[in-house]
């Protein structure tokens, strides 16, 4: 369920949910995405939340840590693995059976009794897994939903990193930064894990009571909130209270935050969205082209098999874990067959009939049915299924940061798709010809371009042979 209209308080246009509303929608989630937690106040109640939201048959989910977490006693429909190395061929069959799943290295730290939570657990707490091995799993499950909990609290309300902290993974689409409204008014040293440190660079006594302005410059700092957030994730944030609702609260904090860089600023009151600020930046969409016939790939490289699953369903989800909003998905060869490969999905499916024309064709009807509101869009191609969401969220800041209206990437110099085309340039893509993309606009505008080099040149690979196909596949 949508959120009602804004109502106005302290200059704040604060989003209401008048009736329960998935977390996952709240914040902007899909399933396949893969969130970190860290902060303090409520990250395993949103974690143990999601778990339940987006492990569904068909559509697995996983709870994993950098640090530590409180065994749950197992509900139904989870399951619990421990191992140092988990690998892909030790999941897949797992999630095959139970569509929700807690990991962790081994069972850890013993405590004197089970701590208050979102569940029944186990007196004692399970290790997790480095970063590091994270980032060479997570890639290779794309099927399934990844939950981190990326920093420990010591069960305060309010959090500063320690030096080490936060241990996020690198193969993240988004962030979610936790504090606990319920903090307000009480003493700084009482409820904040490592308040000295945070008093060092926030200022403030230990005995002062916590403030809107002193939360918001704790989540805003870079050695505080922000610290340690990987180039391109999404940011956000979440704001909780266990029982009660304070919505003057909420749009204080969201007032002393002010032009703040979270895309989503969310309520949650024992997990329930309560309401939400959303970011005044206008929207960026995805254009994914899937109208080839894949001549030398022997068929539409759009319902190639990934993983399980059609390839344009994949690269789709790529895009909505990137926040890309709307998604348009331009099909032409077997384009009743490229529909069905993308039933249920949020998507608008355009239809290229002058397919055979080339790619410029696809690139102008996706276009036109791009809403007016959107300033921008990323144009992705359906076969280069190993680009990271963060990457495409990279091309984005990038865009609000030097307002070009074209974003590449750049392999040695050369440019390489995906894409950021901004309204400016919306006309000179509608005159393309032929089997044409961006690079004639790369000729004709240079000074318009914002060029970033690729992290990683095997995000923008794509292929067309099914030698090519199955060599990817396997990376």
Same mark, same amino acid.
């Given at each position: 369920?949508?959120?009602?209209?804004?109502?106005?308080?302290?200059?704040?246009?604060?989003?209401?949910?008048?009736?329960?509303?998935?977390?996952?929608?709240?914040?902007?989630? &899909?399933?396949?995405?893969?969130?970190?937690?860290?902060?303090?106040?409520?990250?395993?109640?949103?974690?143990?939340?999601?778990?339940?939201?987006?492990?569904?048959?068909?559509?697995?989910?996983?709870?994993?840590?950098?640090?530590?977490?409180?065994? %749950?006693?197992?509900?139904?429909?989870?399951?619990?693995?421990?191992?140092?190395?988990?690998? %892909?061929?030790?999941?897949?069959?797992?999630?095959? !059976?139970?569509?929700? #799943?807690?990991?962790?290295?081994?069972?850890?730290?013993?405590?004197?009794?089970?701590?208050?939570?979102?569940?029944?657990?186990?007196?004692?707490?399970?290790?997790?897994?480095? %970063? $590091?091995?994270?980032?060479?799993?997570?890639?290779?499950?794309?099927?399934?939903? #990844?939950?981190?909990?990326?920093?420990?609290?010591?069960?305060?309300?309010?959090?500063?990193?320690? @030096?080490?902290?936060?241990?996020?993974?690198?193969?993240?689409?988004?962030?979610?930064?936790?504090?606990?409204?319920?903090?307000?008014?009480?003493?700084?040293?009482?409820?904040?894990?490592?308040?000295?440190?945070?008093?060092?660079?926030?200022? $403030?006594?230990?005995?002062?009571?916590?403030?809107?302005?002193?939360?918001?410059?704790?989540?805003?700092?870079?050695?505080?909130?922000?610290? $340690?957030?990987?180039?391109?994730? !999404?940011?956000?944030?979440?704001?909780?209270?266990?029982?009660? #609702?304070?919505?003057?609260?909420?749009?204080?904090?969201?007032?002393?935050?002010?032009?703040?860089?979270?895309?989503?600023?969310?309520?949650?009151? $024992?997990?329930?969205?309560?309401?939400?600020?959303?970011?005044?930046?206008?929207?960026?969409?995805?254009?994914?082209?899937?109208?080839?016939?894949?001549?030398?790939?022997?068929?539409?490289?759009?319902?190639?098999?990934?993983?399980?699953?059609?390839? &344009?369903?994949?690269?789709?989800?790529?895009?909505?874990?990137?926040?890309?909003?709307?998604?348009? &998905?331009?099909?032409?060869?077997?384009?009743?067959?490229?529909?069905?490969?993308?039933?249920?999905?949020? &998507?608008?499916?355009?239809?290229?009939?002058? #397919?055979?024309?080339?790619?410029?064709?696809?690139?102008?009807?996706?276009?036109?049915?791009?809403?007016?509101?959107?300033?921008?869009?990323?144009?992705?191609?359906?076969?280069?299924?190993?680009?990271?969401?963060?990457?495409?969220?990279?091309?984005?800041?990038?865009?609000?940061?030097?307002?070009?209206?074209?974003?590449?990437?750049?392999?040695?110099?050369?440019?390489?798709?995906? @894409?950021?085309? @901004?309204?400016?340039?919306?006309?000179?893509?509608?005159?393309?010809?032929?089997?044409?993309?961006?690079?004639?606009?790369?000729?004709?505008?240079?000074?318009?371009?914002?060029?970033?080099?690729?992290?990683?040149?095997?995000?923008?690979?794509?292929?067309?042979?099914?030698?090519?196909?199955?060599?990817?596949?396997?990376?």
């Amino acid at each position: 369920m949508l959120p009602s209209g804004p109502q106005m308080s302290l200059g704040v246009a604060c989003m209401r949910f008048d009736t329960p509303s998935p977390l996952y929608e709240a914040i902007g989630l &899909v399933p396949g995405s893969v969130i970190a937690f860290i902060g303090a106040g409520g990250k395993t109640t949103a974690a143990w939340r999601l778990l339940h939201e987006l492990g569904q048959p068909g559509a697995p989910a996983i709870w994993t840590t950098t640090t530590h977490i409180v065994e %749950p006693i197992l509900p139904e429909g989870t399951g619990l693995l421990l191992t140092e190395d988990p690998i %892909p061929g030790m999941l897949r069959p797992l999630l095959q !059976r139970l569509p929700r #799943w807690i990991l962790g290295a081994r069972r850890a730290e013993a405590l004197p009794e089970p701590p208050d939570g979102p569940y029944r657990a186990h007196p004692w707490k399970l290790k997790g897994l480095p %970063p $590091g091995q994270l980032d060479r799993l997570i890639p290779r499950m794309p099927e399934a939903s #990844w939950l981190i909990e990326a920093d420990g609290a010591r069960r305060m309300l309010l959090k500063w990193p320690a @030096a080490h902290e936060p241990a996020l993974p690198e193969e993240i689409d988004a962030v979610a930064v936790v504090a606990s409204l319920e903090a307000l008014g009480r003493p700084i040293g009482a409820v904040t894990h490592r308040a000295r440190q945070a008093i060092a660079y926030l200022g $403030g006594d230990l005995n002062d009571p916590v403030t809107p302005e002193w939360i918001a410059a704790l989540i805003r700092h870079p050695q505080g909130g922000q610290k $340690g957030i990987p180039p391109g994730a !999404r940011r956000l944030l979440l704001l909780t209270r266990e029982r009660t #609702w304070d919505p003057q609260a909420f749009e204080a904090v969201c007032a002393a935050l002010g032009d703040s860089p979270f895309e989503h600023i969310v309520a949650l009151v $024992g997990g329930e969205p309560m309401a939400r600020v959303d970011s005044p930046r206008a929207p960026v969409a995805g254009i994914v082209l899937a109208a080839g016939e894949g001549r030398r790939f022997g068929g539409p490289k759009a319902l190639a098999d990934w993983h399980g699953r059609p390839l &344009v369903r994949h690269v789709v989800a790529l895009a909505q874990r990137a926040g890309l909003d709307p998604v348009i &998905v331009v099909v032409g060869a077997q384009a009743g067959q490229v529909r069905k490969a993308l039933i249920g999905m949020p &998507v608008r499916v355009v239809e290229n009939p002058a #397919w055979p024309e080339g790619m410029s064709r696809s690139i102008q009807a996706g276009l036109q049915a791009l809403p007016p509101e959107v300033e921008a869009f990323v144009l992705l191609q359906v076969d280069q299924p190993v680009v990271r969401p963060r990457w495409l969220r990279q091309l984005i800041e990038v865009h609000r940061a030097t307002a070009q209206p074209m974003v590449i990437g750049t392999v040695d110099g050369d440019p390489r798709p995906p @894409a950021l085309f @901004a309204r400016p340039l919306f006309p000179a893509l509608l005159r393309l010809q032929g089997d044409q993309g961006g690079r004639p606009l790369i000729q004709a505008f240079p000074e318009a371009i914002a060029r970033i080099p690729v992290p990683d040149p095997t995000w923008v690979m794509d292929f067309d042979t099914p030698e090519d196909y199955q060599r990817l596949s396997e990376q």
